[in-house]
């Protein structure tokens, strides 16, 4: 037969039928397709085709191979195991219990953190165009120009719609800052609240985000300028808790304008509750059209840094591309700014530092946590990402180290059975099956629990992290017991392996007659696992130590003024500028030895300006600014180095300013001459500010920060004007002696509010005291050295229960010995001490390991802080011991219970 | 009897195995539905009711002789068991006897 008339259908796939099909059916099925393949070369049909079709279409159940022997044979292995697996939990209780706890702890932190980092890293993906959407960034032009800041000026967006063709669209944000909303149907408005969510929005602002409507349009919503779009949450704060959004939409929502002059809008859109994870919050939205007086006038401006602007991207755009390209807009659209402004040129505002557009991708905005901050909602911190990622990885590797330690120290007391084993044929290969797979029956359970675990303890750990993490919607994702199941064979894999293949090397008639093969080698692997697990745990003490040690530290350091018992009364600059009734009145009262009025209160003095000294050639510094009036350096209790305070007698002293001694050092001034010399705004003011006195350097801001330079400038002043003149406190120094109680205080308090009600009702009522603003700016880390500590004490319970589980299978190998010795003579504490002996040294190991570790990290984590803790011997000291400590506890129970042990039962065994 | 209906595919097999007469392997069934019916079949969904009918005792099956043509492979050929005849046949009867009752007017119109 020629090979023409008989072609053959290809190879593979009919090798392949060969393999899967019933060996009855090969011989005539395979006739048949031959035959068919044939038929179709003949006919010209694509015949591979079709073949291949066919082949497919033949593998069904009736027709396949059916499921073999050796599986079958398996099976009953796989049966015996967990039959060997189930009695050997059930024999060795304690160690069961103990290797459980151990993974239990391990696993459930793990999946915490693991649940924290997530929930940190998924922020802003409810955004359908999440992937498209960027921010753009640029320097600080305030200051430090190699720092980034989110916001910039109203017309970075207008320049990127007119040269940016790559973006399908730009909108701003703008904050329209605290603000005094009420609700119109409240009579005399008095039924008002404080808004500091309440941001100016462009219309196409629902094009990129996608925030959920309740009621209202959201593309036509924003068209009215004098519509307003609140939340539910803040829709049953306005109109109570029965109100609902058909009923809310049309109602009436006055905004208090700082002028004095409330302003109506109509509520047009209720929408959903912001979700948590959005690094843009707010309470209510208006349309930045409703401020379009205000855009006329200023919105050409670079240096109104108040916007953050979002660009969404055509899709397919290449970003990287794109942001090479905008780097062109400053030096074309910032000029008329600086010119116009600060009579400067562009070049010489930006001192040649590039005036660069970053653009940042939405899912990075919160996770990257820089620029540090911005001024619509959370920044995450990546800091305590990456601590607490470290600590899970550590939590996890010690629970694991543990399993192993236990599994391999019960190695004597199956010797035998795997000596028995191994007599009845059983291979290497099945003794290693057997053991993985009891570590991952060990750690599937462990992981069942650790999940019951966490499903309790979520809500504690949701309030200690100021978190709102929800396990339900993970419960519901199959991508999450994917990832369960994956972890519990890979760690039940290699936590497994040690022991199974050092279990399995046994020899059958060395381990039957009774030889054990502790060896050597077993016993310095687990000697350096438990170094390993001491290690971190000292070092996570230590270091828990230490940020406490901070955290007390900086809240205690010295700022400059006595921050403890001064009352500051909020929302002062909503009485209009002049408040003299109100200081006369606060004046009155015996409670308070100093009150005095202010533009900003430490640690939150956030404005600032560009000054220059009047010298010629000087150059220009930056300075922060705080408007005072006369008493309120007298209230804060600051020193004075050189010169005077404001005089209120003195009529020219409102163009008059005072310097912090940071500020000399910048404006290139010695401390003697610098009263009477005077500086100017560098924007062109030719009036010239005479310094009349130099204060020593105190707090302003956090104490995270350098204390930076200062000027103070008279609350009268009006050539300097400044953003933050619209809000304005009063500081009144508290008289410990006249507020004995807390009684006293509240009755202080409620005074106080009335005072405002009768000057104004639409005024809300806020306080606050300063020490305890100071203490919200390490409120972060408070609540991360909560958790540190937390975390710590689980990889310390860790380490010890590895520790004791270890110290009993010593004590159970040595009973006889100990038993010998005690019959013999030696005493209970000679016993002990002589048990003891073998674990301290591994501690003592550790610690010596551990103290240049913890060292090292400290170090790195205190180069945050302005004011660092020194690192004290002593500290090291007390955590070692501690340590040491908990250990000792830890085996003592052991060893005293098997040092009393009557040595008469401990010999007469067998 | 009665027990078991044939399905409609089953019953369309087990009436060409009939018709070919002893000559009933699996290329020459697909063909001959292929001409008599206009119904293309694959080769994986006849032999999986060939297998069936014969695991159900319908059908019996026999290797022919070997022939160069199909790469050397036997033909199974299949046939009609004494069992399978009487299933045909009162399925058939059952047919006609639902044919007869229906009323005449019901299909002249």
Known sequence: MSHQNHPHPPKLLLRFFRWFCHPDYVEDIEGDLVERYQGWVAQGQSPRWRFAREVLRLFRPSLIKPISNRELNNYGMFQSMMTMAWRNALRQKQFTILNLLGLVIGISTCLIIGLYIHDESSFDTFHEKSDRIYRVNQPYIWGDWNKIMATTGPNVAVALREDASEFEQITRILSLGPHTVAPASSANRSNSFKEDRVYAVEENFFDVFSFQFKTGNPSTVLADPLSILITEMTMIRYFGKESTPSEAMGKTIEIKQYDGSWKSFTVQAILENVPARSHIQFDMLVPLKSESEMMLANGWKWIW????????????????ALEKHIQTIPPKWAPPTTERIFNQSFEEFTGGHPWKLELQPLGEIYSAGSPTGHPFGPTGKPLFIKIFTAIGLLVLALSAINFMNLSTARATNRSKEVGVRKVLGSRRLTIVKQFILESVIFILSGTVLALIAVFLLISPF????????????????????????????????????????????????????????????????????????????????????????????????????????????HNVGELGFDTEALKNKLDGYPEFTAVGKSFGVPPFVFSGDRYKSTEPEASVVQLSNLRIDDDYLEVLNVEFLMGRNFDSNRKNDRHKVILNRRAL????????????????????????????????????????????????????????????????????????????????????????????????????????????????????????????????????????????GLAAFSAEQRTKELGIRKVLGASVVELSLAFSKEFTRLVFLAILLACPIAWYFVQQWLQNFAYKTPLEGWVFLVATAAALLISLATISFQSIRSANRNPVESLKDE | MGKYQLGEFEEVVMLTVAILQGDAYGIAIIEEMQNRLDRKVSIGSLQTVLRRLEKKGYLQSEFGE??????????????????????LRETKEQRVGLWNAIPNYALNK
Request: net charge negative; charged share 20%; glycine share 8%.
């Open chain 2, 66 to 87: 070997a022939t160069a043509v199909r790469g050397g492979k036997r033909k199974r050929f299949f046939s009609l068991t004494q069992h399978g005849q009487a299933i």
């Open chain 1, 462 to 569: 949701n309030d200690l992290a100021d978190k709102q993490i929800d396990l339900i919607p993970y419960l519901r994702n199959p991508a999450f017991y994917l990832v369960l199941v994956a972890f519990v064979m890979i760690s039940g894999g290699i936590a497994g392996s040690y022991p199974a293949l050092y279990l399995s090397s046994f020899k059958p008639i060395e381990s039957l007659k009774g030889i054990v093969k502790t060896g050597l080698n077993g016993r310095k692997i687990r000697n350096g696992l438990v170094i390993i697990q001491f290690t971190i745990s000292i070092a996570l003490i230590i270091a828990t130590f230490f940020v406490q040690k901070q955290l007390t530290y900086a809240s205690n350091v010295d700022i400059g003024f006595a921050k403890e018992n001064i009352l500051q009364l």
């Open chain 1, 665 to 804: 050092a910048d404006l290139g001034w010695k401390l003697e001459d610098a009263v009477g010399n005077s500086v100017a705004l560098a924007s062109g003011g030719e009036e010239e500010l005479e310094v009349i006195g130099v204060v020593e350097n105190f707090n302003f801001n956090s104490l995270k920060e350098e204390i930076a330079p200062l000027i103070l400038i008279h609350h009268y002043n009006d050539i300097v004007w400044d953003y933050g003149a619209g809000s304005s406190y009063y500081s009144m120094r508290l008289n410990p002696e006249a507020i004995a109680t807390t009684e006293d205080l509240n009755q202080l308090l409620v005074a106080l509010a009335e005072e405002m009600k009768t000057i104004d009702p639409t005024v809300p009522f806020e306080y606050s005291f300063m020490d305890q603003e100071f203490e919200t700016t390490f409120q972060s880390e408070r609540k991360m050295a909560t958790i540190l500590n937390v975390f710590t004490v689980m990889a310390m319970i860790i380490a010890c229960l590895g520790l004791y």
């Open chain 1, 305 to 320: 840094t108040g916007f953050a602007t979002y660009g969404l991207v055509k899709e397919g755009t290449n970003v990287q």
